[in-house]
């Protein structure tokens, strides 16, 4: 609907131009706000966008809520396994204490093992010392050992004759009876200057190649097993003229001792 106003010129002037017809505020019509290139959002659009977000929000709280318990529980758990491994290392350090214990005790017990070992071979020697081996002596059927032997201790010590059936203890044969194999005497003397005497003088007795005989220490079967790996250094040093012989596990080259190690461990 328009709405004209007349005026007459003298009101408007004489250069005054007839008024524009105009609309009503009613009549005008709200444009859309283009200056940004988007339509203007309505307030559901605004409210639905809010309650997202909040979901939003909300769902990050969860996140972060199950986040925290997570971090709680493995904080525990590192709490626990730094407890775990403080007690193993404690019992970690007490078992090291003990194996040191343990091994200061064994090498204790190693020592004195090896302490009573020796003094058990020597007891063993001790023992053997009124002995004396003889090798090569046939063997009879009832044959009376202590009536042959005698008579042939008399022969090589002869300034020891009227002692001999008291200085012989006991006369046998080692081992047992086997065909084609002759066993070594073994003779206890009850008087010990009389059997060392006997030792010396067999050596290089004509009785004694004339019975087809040798005698020998007795010893520990230890002993004689050194003496068989010394030999070939003995044999060696006989046939380079050298003065060499046995004593016990040990052999004696120019009155240097050789232990079965091979070393020479003193001399005199």
């Not at 203890?169 to 008087?191: P, S, Y």
Request: hydrophobic fraction near 30%.
């Amino acid at each position: 609907m328009y709405v004209v106003t007349l005026q007459s010129k003298r009101e408007r002037g004489q250069d005054s131009t007839p008024p524009t017809p105009s609309k009503t505020l009613k009549e005008k019509k709200a444009k859309p706000n283009t200056e940004s290139g988007h339509p203007q959002a309505s307030n559901n659009d605004i409210l639905e966008a809010i309650l997202e977000l909040g979901k939003r929000v909300t769902g990050i709280e969860s996140q972060l809520g199950d986040i925290k318990e997570q971090n709680r529980q493995n904080t525990a758990m590192i709490v626990s396994l730094t407890k775990t491994v403080q007690f193993n290392s404690e019992e970690l350090k007490e078992v090291k204490n003990k194996v040191l214990e343990v091994e200061r005790a064994n090498s204790h017990l190693l020592e004195e093992n090896k302490e009573l070992k020796k003094k058990v071979m020597e007891q063993k020697r001790y023992s053997m010392r009124p002995c004396l081996r003889v090798r090569g002596l046939k063997e009879k059927k009832d044959e009376n050992l202590r009536a042959t032997i005698i008579p042939i201790l008399k022969k090589i010590a002869p300034e020891y004759a009227t002692d001999m059936e008291r200085a012989v203890d006991v006369v046998h044969r080692l081992g047992k009876r086997e065909d084609n194999r002759t066993r070594q005497v073994i003779i206890l003397f009850a008087l010990r200057h009389v059997k060392d005497e006997v030792w010396l003088k067999t050596k290089d007795s004509p009785i004694c190649r004339m019975e087809g005989i040798s005698f020998a220490e007795m010893l520990p079967k230890e002993d004689l097993e050194a003496q068989e790996r010394l030999w070939p250094l003995v044999d060696q040093a006989r046939k380079a003229g050298k003065r060499a012989f046995f004593r016990g596990p040990y052999a004696y080259i120019d009155g240097g001792r050789v232990e079965d190690n091979g070393l020479q461990t003193s001399s005199g």
